[in-house]
C-alpha cells in the first residue's frame, strides 16, 4: 500500500480559480499540500511565481509556500500519496440547462484505482443534489470504503483567500471517521465548522448562490421599473437603505452573471422538477438586463453604425473572469443593431473572443466611441473624464461629476 504520510492534502484541480486559493490557504496554515491539475503549462507559470488569475493575496502566499509547504504536480499518482483529496470539479450544465454528471463521474471512475479505504474523499464545488449519493454508491460497489465528504466552497471570487480564513465551514460525510477528518481539516483554516448531512450541504450550496442571484433580480427588476417610469433607481436606493437596517441587503443593480449563480438556479429548478418559478423569474430578469439596456439605447436614438464601447468585459469588478459574463451578451445585441461595439477590460486581454481591432485601452474606448456602457465596475474606470458621452451606467458606478 502506499504511503499516505507524504502529504497531508492533494487539492484536484488544484491551479483553478476554487483550487488554488484553496491549497495557498491550507499550505499558509502549515498543511503539506499538493495542488494536481492536468494543466502542466500552468503549473510551471505557478512554479515560477505568476499567478494565472487575478486573485487578491496568491502572489504573496505562493512566494512565501511554495516548494515548501505547497507543491504542484500533473501526475494524478500522487492522488495516493494523500490522506485526504479534495476535489474540486462541479457539475456544469449542458446547451438545455440540464445538469451534466459526466466530469464528475468520469474523473471518479478514473481515479478509483489509485484510491485506499485509508483516505478521506471530499467533494467541494458545486454538485447536483443525490450525486453524494451516488458516488458512495460507486465506491461500496468496488468494495472500497472511502470516507465520502461535501464541504461547499461559498466563497466571492477576489477575496477567496481573505475569506477562506473568517467564513465558518459547512462539513458533511457519510460517516464518523469522514466527519471528524474534514472537521478536522477545515478547523485549522476555518473560525468554525457547521454540520449537516451530505443532502442538505448539497442544497445548502445551491441555496446560497441561488438565494444572491434572487436578491440580484430583484434589485435588476427595481431599476428597469424605475428607470421607466422617469425616477432614479439609485437615489431610492440610497434613501431606502439610509439609516434604516431591514433594507441593508438590498443590492444595487447590476449584470448578474459568473460561473455559478445562473447555473446552480438552473440545477436547483432541474432538482424541482421544474417547479421552481421563482428561480426562473429571476433568470428572465438577470439574463434580460442586456436586452434591457439595448432597448434602453434604441428609444434615444438609431443605433445602426454608432460607436459603442463596452467598459469592463469581466463578469464583476476587479477580476478577470470572464466566464458567463453578460457583457458579452450585451456586444452581441448591440452589433445585431448595426453599431460598431468596442471593448475594453483592464485585466483581460480580449484574447480569442474579440477582435485585436474591436478591443481597446481604456482611452482609446473614449476617443473613438460615442455611447459607453459600464459592462463591469473595474475600479479604475470610477474616475475616467465621459464628459460629451452617453453613458449607461446600472452599477451607478462612475463619479457624478463627469
Sequence with gaps: ??????????IVGGCGHAGLPLALAFADRGVKTIAYDINQKTIEKIESGFIPFVEEGLEGALKKNLNKTLFLSSNKAVLQEASTLIITIG???DEHINPQYTPVMKFIQDVEPLLSEDQTLIMRSTIFPGTMDYIRSFFEEKNKPLSICFCPERLAEGK???????????????????????QKLFSRLAP??????PREAELAKLFTNVWRYIKFSVANQFFMMAEDGGANFNKIWNAMREDYPRAQDFPKAGFAAGPCLFKDTMQLASYYNHKFFLGHAAMLVNEGMPDYIRDT???KEPLRKKKIG???????????DVRESLAFKLRKLLMFEG??????????????????????????????????VIGAPHTAYKRLNFSGKTIVDIWDHIEKNN
Design 1 to 10: 500500500m502506499t504511503n499516505l504520510q507524504k502529504f497531508e492534502l492533494c
Design 91 to 93: 457539475t456544469p450544465v
Design 160 to 182: 477567496a483567500l481573505e475569506e477562506l480564513k473568517a467564513f465558518p465551514q459547512i462539513i458533511s460525510a457519510f460517516d464518523e471517521r469522514g466527519l471528524e477528518s474534514a
Design 192 to 197: 468554525k465548522t457547521i454540520t449537516l448531512s
Design 297 to 299: 439605447l434604441k428609444k
Design 310 to 320: 463596452i467598459l469592463g468585459m469581466a463578469f464583476k469588478g476587479d477580476i478577470d
Design 339 to 372: 453599431a460598431q461595439v468596442f471593448c475594453s477590460d483592464e485585466f483581460w486581454d480580449g484574447n480569442q473572443f474579440i477582435e485585436k481591432s474591436e478591443f481597446l485601452t481604456k482611452e482609446e474606448l473614449l476617443r473613438q466611441c460615442d455611447i459607453i
